[in-house]
Each structure stands twice: as structure tokens, then as C-alpha cells.
């Protein structure tokens, strides 16, 4: 077995794989979504119509929540989250053409129920692309390459943005989805359901009932929910912290 | 600020792939006060490069939870169960942030700047130490048998993983 200098296993090609196609995923979110909140901010003046885009993105992502995991628990699970990369790339092409408001919602919509698939589903995978690596290791890796894709991602949009326009940023954004989609269909993911046992629960809402019986773990997801609840309120308190307050402290200390 | 917590994220997600599995749990509640500190820091701070400074902390401490929360979910969850219990994980926590989003007009509104970021902060700190308090600092990372019809009795059949 090839070994690492600390002695953790080498990640196996899917992981490495993987890790790749998660930093495109989440460099493309992030582009999406920062072009998007530009356009639409630059058409209308209005930061109600940004919430709705940015909420049509979103909320598939909690409402759709028991439907995408049983998609992801029944169905083979590569071609599923392949369907759902297309289904990305399809919503950004039909982005990168309109520009009425409506079709810019329900476009973000399609794209935001694709999300509700893709998002959990990139996790759910973790322990079948691991290999010898730890489930913590990997998950590490892929969450650290999540990180660095939302980092590139809104670098991305303001440079291809001012390049050639958003279309051809959400263009090019399209075009990487495609190549998510055959990506992920060459990393052996489970081709047939994981059998449950007899009598097992196994309906649509297993899910929420699991986290409903083992209580520490349903806590701790209660917790790091709320936490990142007030985590949501500082990322919009922060651009105002930033522009109005720390920005006027040094022009307000001489006076 | 958000590339100092993005930045502080990318190294808090390093760190919580090279924890000790006994020492995840304690981690992502050790992660949960730092993120809370951050906040506060970044709301407290003078200058932007204090704040820069706290929200890069900040970052660190979510990393750790972002990491962490997802492997103990992976570890403990039926396989059959994996894409379902994901599924409400990420739908519970993106709703969450929404919300916040959500009311953090109405904060400011309330608070103003600072001290809607203060209230976040604190809040999140106290969030931290509720979860000590629950004992999920003790959580391992141990598959959770599956409750069949005969043995519905056992109420809590999830809690033999909880090392006390």
C-alpha cells in the first residue's frame, strides 16, 4: 500500500477525482450567483429582486430536502448527481440568454433544485470515494477543495465578467457543469440502492427520523444549524461593518 | 473580511481532517466557540485589519465544525440512510443561514452594526457551550444500529454511542 509521509493512505484516483470536480462545482456556485446578483442588481435597482434570485437558488435546497435524498439513497447515485450537473448546465445556458426578471427566477429555481441533489449528494459520496482513506481525511479534502472553489469562484465572475460580459461567464460556468457531469460518471459511484435491513424504515422521511433517534446526533446538527443561523446574519452585517463603520473610522479620527 | 474567513476555513477544514477521532467531537464544539469569537471580535474590532484578523480566527473554528459535523454524520448514519440524512443536514443548515439572512436587516435595524454582529457572536458562543452542556463533545463516531420494528422499545437506541 503506498503510504504518505504521515503515514495516511494515498487518496485513491476517484477521491483525487473528486476533489477536482468539487473545487469546479463550488468556484462555479460562486460565479454563478455573484454574476447573477449583478445583473440583476444592474437591471432593476433592486435588492428585493437579488433576494428572490439568491432565495430561488436556495430554498429548493431545504424544501426539496427529503425528495434529493431519497433520489440519492435509490437511484444510482453517479448518474443522478450526473442528471443534476446537466441540469445546472441547462439552467445556466437558459441564464446566460434571458434577462427578464421572471425567467431569471425561474431559472435559478431549476438550477437550485439541481442543487438540492447535488449539494448533499457530494457529501453522501464521501464514504465510496474515500478508499483507504478515512471518512474524515476525505471529508476534510473535499470540503477544504469547497473552500478553495468559493474563494476562486466570485474572482472568477468580476474577471470573466468584465472580460466578455456575464453571458459568457455563465457560458463558460455551463460548460464546466458538462464536464462535472462526465466526471462524476467515471468514479464508480454505487450503481444499485444500498439494501436496508428488513423492516428497516426506508420512506422518504427516514432521513429527519434518523436525526430524530440518535439524539445526539440530531443536537448537534440542531446546534450547528443555529450556529450557522447567526453565521447568516453576519454575512450580511459584515458588508455594512465593512462599508459603513471600519471604512469611516480612520476619515472620523482626526476630528 | 469574507477571504480572511474563507482563508481561515480552507486551514480549519486541514486541521479537523487531521484531528484523532476521539478528539473530533470535542473539536467541533472547541470550532463552534471560536467561530462565535471570531464574530465578536470582528464586531468589536477598531479597524478593518483587527477585523480581518478576527474573522480569519472565525474561519478557522468553522472549518473544523464544516468538516467535522459532516464526518460524525457520515460515521453514524445507516448507509442505506447516507443520501437522506445528508439531504436534511444540508437543507437544515442552508435554511438556517436564509433566515439569518433573512433578519439581519431587522438586527440592524434593532441593534445597528455593531451590535448586530455582537448579538450574532455571543449567540453563537452560547449555541457552543448549550452543545457542551448536551454532552456532544462526548459524540464518537460510531455507526448507529438501525431500529427495527422489534425493537421500537428501545427509545433511545442511537445514545449507545455516547461515551460518557
Known amino acids: 500500500m503506498q503510504r504518505n509521509p504521515d503515514h495516511s493512505p494515498a487518496a485513491a484516483r476517484p477521491l483525487r477525482i473528486a476533489t477536482a470536480l468539487q473545487v469546479m462545482v463550488a468556484a462555479g456556485n460562486g460565479l454563478a450567483y455573484v454574476a447573477l446578483a449583478l445583473r440583476v442588481y444592474q437591471e432593476t435597482h433592486s435588492t428585493l429582486a437579488v433576494t428572490m434570485v439568491l432565495l430561488a437558488g436556495g430554498l429548493p435546497v431545504l424544501l426539496l430536502a427529503p425528495v434529493s435524498g431519497l433520489l440519492l439513497d435509490r437511484l444510482p447515485m453517479g448518474r443522478v448527481l450526473a442528471v443534476a450537473g446537466l441540469m445546472v448546465a441547462a439552467s445556466l445556458c437558459g441564464l446566460a440568454l434571458a434577462h427578464s426578471l421572471m425567467a431569471t427566477i425561474l431559472l435559478v429555481l431549476g438550477f437550485g433544485v439541481a442543487d438540492s441533489v447535488l449539494q448533499p449528494g457530494l457529501t453522501a459520496a464521501i464514504p465510496q470515494l474515500a478508499g483507504e482513506v478515512s471518512v474524515l481525511r476525505a471529508t476534510s479534502r473535499l470540503q477544504g477543495a469547497t473552500m478553495g472553489g468559493t474563494a476562486i469562484g466570485p474572482l472568477l465572475a468580476g474577471v470573466l465578467g468584465s472580460l466578455g460580459g456575464t453571458s459568457t461567464a455563465l457560458f463558460l460556468d455551463a460548460g464546466v457543469s458538462v464536464l462535472f457531469s462526465v466526471g462524476i460518471s467515471t ?9 436496508a435491513p428488513q423492516g428497516a424504515d426506508d420512506g422518504m422521511g427516514a432521513g429527519l427520523r434518523y436525526l430524530r433517534r440518535d ?11 443555529v450556529m ?14 465593512a462599508e459603513r463603520v471600519l471604512h469611516e473610522a480612520p476619515r472620523a479620527m482626526p476630528s | 473580511l469574507i477571504t480572511a474567513w474563507t482563508g481561515g476555513m480552507t486551514l480549519g477544514t486541514i486541521i479537523a481532517g487531521r484531528l484523532r477521532s476521539r478528539l473530533l467531537a470535542p473539536g467541533i464544539v472547541l470550532g463552534l466557540v471560536v467561530l462565535g469569537l471570531g464574530v465578536a471580535g470582528g464586531a468589536l474590532s477598531p479597524t478593518m485589519w483587527m477585523a480581518i484578523a478576527a474573522y480569519g480566527i472565525g474561519g478557522v473554528g468553522d472549518g473544523v465544525q464544516l468538516v467535522g459535523a459532516r464526518a460524525l454524520l457520515l460515521q453514524r448514519a445507516p448507509a442505506h440512510l447516507a443520501g437522506r440524512a445528508c439531504a436534511v443536514f444540508t437543507g437544515a443548515t442552508s435554511g438556517a443561514i436564509s433566515l439569518g439572512m433573512g433578519v439581519s436587516a431587522f438586527l440592524v435595524a434593532l441593534l445597528g452594526v455593531r451590535g448586530a454582529l455582537l448579538s450574532a457572536g455571543v449567540a453563537s458562543i452560547a449555541a457552543a457551550l448549550a452543545a457542551l452542556l448536551l454532552g456532544l463533545h462526548h459524540l464518537q463516531g460510531e455507526p448507529v444500529p438501525e431500529m427495527l420494528p422489534a425493537t421500537t422499545g ?11
Open chain 1, 187 to 195: 468514479l464508480g459511484l454505487r450503481a444499485a440502492r444500498t439494501s
Open chain 1, 215 to 225: 439524539r445526539p446526533m440530531g443536537l448537534l446538527v440542531v446546534v450547528v444549524s
Open chain 1, 228 to 241: 450557522l443561523g447567526f453565521l447568516g446574519v453576519t454575512m450580511v452585517v459584515e458588508l455594512f461593518l
Open chain 2, 154 to 164: 428501545t427509545r433511545r437506541a442511537g445514545e449507545h454511542a455516547l461515551i460518557s
